[in-house]
Every structure is written in structure tokens, then in C-alpha cells.
T-cell receptor
Framework: NAGVTQTPKFRVLKTGQSMTLLCAQD?????MYWYRQDPGMGLRLIHY???????AKGEVPDGYNVSRLKKQNFLLGLESAAPSQTSVYFC???????????????FGPGTRLLVL | GENVEQHPSTLSVQEGDSAVIKCTYS??????FPWYKQELGKGPQLIID?????GEKKDQRIAVTLNKTAKHFSLHITETQPEDSAVYFC???????????FGSGTKLNVKP
């Protein structure tokens, strides 16, 4: 199993450009998450999904959109990139426990994004 | 949402010493308490977790203790080794909540 993979690993954008980050997992997990990590601030939740076709907002959703058309993929889009979106982006997935909750999160290796 | 604080933000110890990192949380409904380790250039990885019906859990050199009354839980690493150097995060969560709230992280440096 590859686990959680992220594409691309690194990207440089100019202000106003758009891009899509791809997250893929091969563990048949129901839940998927997008986080951003900035120095000294830990991980902040951008958007998440509790199943195929569903998405929800996290702590810092502004400027981002997501889609989960297939269970194994979770896409994060930046429509018009801003320097404030310079960060490291992590995707995570987790399986659904009996009873509907989830615990252990499995993280991808991250995407480093620089917006000039 | 959950208010999570982690202390200290940095911790430097000599190889072989013990290290303790504390996480406080605000939501009394939280009942799952994990610790993640993040090595440089990698994503976080779960190293140990505990549920609210247990007070302590050990796994070789690492342990987690929980004080639900005081709303805090701690990571204990004994006989530290250079490979323990990393950033550690806590992320308490309620059972039926879909969101995890991560602490701001503790950078542990183990000096050989």
C-alpha cells in the first residue's frame, strides 16, 4: 500500500494564479482532510470530507475549494492564489469506526507551496 | 471549537534523559487523545493514543497519561535517543466530532 500520496511535492505560483492539489489514498478510508501548516501554528484544518460526494469547511476555508468525486481522491483548489497561502499543505485520511467516528489519521508527505 | 495548548514549545534534553510534553484542552466532551510525531520534511505520524476510559498507556519508551478532571494529557518519553528529535503534536477529539484540533507543536531536540 502506498498509503496517502500528494501531488505535487512543491510548487511556485504567482499571485492570482490557480492550481489544484491532489490527495490520493489506497486504504479505502471514509474520511479525508486538508490541513495547512505554518511555522509555530501547528496544523489548521481547511476542509474535510466524511465520504464520497460530501465536503465541509474547517477552521480556515477562505480562498480554498475542495471536491471528493471519488472515495480515494480529495482535491484542494486555489482559485486565485495569494501570498498568505504560502504554506505546507498536508492531506490526511482516517477510517470509519463502528459507531461512525474516526481516530487515527494517516498523513501524506505534504506539498510545499510558495506564492510570489 | 476546541482550544488546545501545548507546552513547552521547545524542549532540549541530553540523550538518555526523560522528556515530558503537556497538552491542555477546553472541551469536556473530548474522549480521544492522540500524540503525533513529525520528522523534518515528513507528515505527522501517530505514535500513541489514549481513550477517556483509561488513565495511562505505555508503549516501550513512550507513555501517555490523562487527567480528564483537569483537562490535560501528557506525553512521556524515557531514555531519549537522537532519533526522538522531532516535532510532537497533540490533537484531542470528541467521539462524534469530525474535526481534529492540533496543538501548536513541541520541538524536541535530543543532544547526543
Amino acid at each position: 500500500n502506498a498509503g496517502v500520496t500528494q501531488t505535487p511535492k512543491f510548487r511556485v505560483l504567482k499571485t492570482g494564479q490557480s492550481m489544484t492539489l491532489l490527495c490520493a489514498q489506497d486504504m479505502n478510508h471514509e474520511y479525508m482532510y486538508w490541513y495547512r501548516q505554518d511555522p509555530g501554528m501547528g496544523l489548521r484544518l481547511i476542509h474535510y470530507s466524511v465520504g464520497e460526494g460530501t465536503t465541509a469547511k474547517g477552521e480556515v476555508p477562505d480562498g480554498y475549494n475542495v471536491s471528493r468525486l471519488k472515495k480515494q481522491n480529495f482535491l484542494l483548489g486555489l482559485e486565485s492564489a495569494a501570498p498568505s497561502q504560502t504554506s505546507v499543505y498536508f492531506c490526511a485520511s482516517s477510517y470509519k469506526l463502528a459507531g461512525g467516528s474516526q481516530e487515527t489519521q494517516y498523513f501524506g508527505p505534504g506539498t510545499r507551496l510558495l506564492v510570489l | 471549537g476546541e482550544n488546545v495548548e501545548q507546552h513547552p514549545s521547545t524542549l532540549s534534553v541530553q540523550e538518555g534523559d526523560s522528556a515530558v510534553i503537556k497538552c491542555t484542552y477546553s472541551d469536556s466532551a473530548s474522549n480521544y487523545f492522540p500524540w503525533y510525531k513529525q520528522e523534518l520534511g515528513k507528515g505527522p505520524q501517530l505514535i500513541i493514543d489514549i481513550r477517556s476510559n483509561v488513565g495511562e498507556k505505555k508503549d516501550q519508551r513512550i507513555a501517555v497519561t490523562l487527567n480528564k478532571t483537569a483537562k490535560h494529557f501528557s506525553l512521556h518519553i524515557t531514555e531519549t535517543q537522537p532519533e526522538d528529535s522531532a516535532v510532537y503534536f497533540c490533537a484531542p477529539k470528541g467521539y462524534n466530532f469530525n474535526k481534529f484540533y492540533f496543538g501548536s507543536g513541541t520541538k524536541l531536540n535530543v543532544k547526543p
